[in-house]
């Protein structure tokens, strides 16, 4: 199973979403309520969810964006900030420049090679 990645202050964030939403602990019936299972609210308060699809599943049963997840409110108005600037979120790739063509027929110098040239 591969190694989940952790995310700065997620159990604290999740644990106070959680008894935010059900001050009494009551992990099976806010489950119920939020139409998630109730062993997957134990887990979930642990670590993220394994994929995408299922971190969006426990953001709305939290009530919240799925990017509070990952990050903060501070990180969040930080994203929202730098986005209102007008500013990439991500940088631009680099270009990339143009693949050499080899000839067909030769090894990775250039030269014939006997042995699978037969001609």
């Given amino acids: 199973m591969p190694k989940r990645v952790k995310f700065p202050g997620y159990e ?3 644990e106070q979403r959680y008894r935010l939403l059900s001050p009494e602990d009551n992990k099976s019936k ?3 309520e939020r139409g998630v299972k109730g ?3 134990g887990r979930w308060l642990k670590t ?3 994929s995408f699809t ?3 599943r426990w953001a709305a049963a939290l009530g919240v ?3 509070w997840l990952f990050v903060d409110e501070a990180g969040l108005q930080a994203v929202v900030n730098w986005i209102e600037k007008g500013r990439p979120i991500l940088p631009p790739p ?5 693949p050499r063509l080899r000839a067909l027929g030769g090894n990775a110098k250039g030269r014939p090679n006997p042995s699978r040239d037969k001609g």
């Fill in 12 to 14: 604290e964030r999740a």
């Fill in 65 to 67: 964006p799925t990017a």
């Fill in 54 to 56: 299922v971190c969006e």
């Fill in 94 to 98: 680099k270009p990339k420049g143009v």
């Fill in 48 to 50: 993220l969810p394994e």
């Fill in 30 to 32: 806010f489950a119920e």
């Fill in 39 to 41: 062993y997957e609210v």
